[in-house]
């Protein structure tokens, strides 16, 4: 079983917890400025969880991408939730994880473009407008260049390392 992951974000005080509430909200209600706002906030930690548990970038993101596409599915079932949003966040992108490993030991066979249905779903949700990811304390990245963005990360974090 897969440990839930902490969704780390840089701020953590009640009153940004509770803006992220209000974003779902939002979103149960069907309003995709709200997922790209909560995909702004969250989408760099899911990231980082995803590659921490998964060690591979390429399945991180596609854990990325299904993460919030359940979010999106799911968000008018978390009201009735007494979690917060960092919370159930963590629960699903340790879901999509699960789902990943199971994938990569060849115990559950992925789905034909399974990853690039996911992809155009969520480009479609997110649109091309001007939204913002933060890539790091001063950078940031627009939402259709994240995956430009990740790779940057991932590079300098190679780097750092050798």
């Given at each position: 079983m897969v440990k839930a992951p902490t969704v780390r974000r840089a701020r953590t005080t009640p009153g940004h917890r509770d803006h992220l509430d209000?974003?779902?909200?939002?979103?149960?209600a069907g309003d995709r400025v709200a997922l790209r706002r909560?995909?702004?906030?969250?989408?760099?930690?899911?990231?980082?969880?995803?590659?921490?548990?998964?060690?591979?970038?390429?399945?991180?993101?596609?854990?990325?991408?299904?993460?919030?596409?359940?979010?999106?599915?799911?968000?008018r079932h978390h009201g009735t939730r007494r979690t917060g949003t960092g919370a159930w966040v963590a629960v699903i992108v340790a879901g999509r994880i699960a789902d990943r490993l199971r994938i990569l030991d060849g115990s559950s066979p992925l789905p034909a473009d399974h990853d690039g249905?996911?992809?155009?779903?969520?480009?479609?949700?997110?649109?091309?407008?001007p939204a913002i990811v933060r890539v790091g304390r001063a950078t940031f990245a627009r939402v259709d260049h994240l995956d430009l963005a990740l790779a940057t990360i991932a590079a300098r974090r190679t780097a750092t390392r050798h």
């Open positions: 209000v974003i779902v909200r939002r979103v149960a909560l995909y702004a906030f969250l989408a760099m930690p899911v990231w980082r969880a995803a590659v921490n548990a998964l060690g591979d970038q390429i399945h991180a993101m596609a854990v990325t991408r299904s993460t919030f596409l359940e979010v999106w599915h799911l968000a249905h996911m992809d155009r779903e969520l480009a479609s949700l997110l649109g091309a407008g």
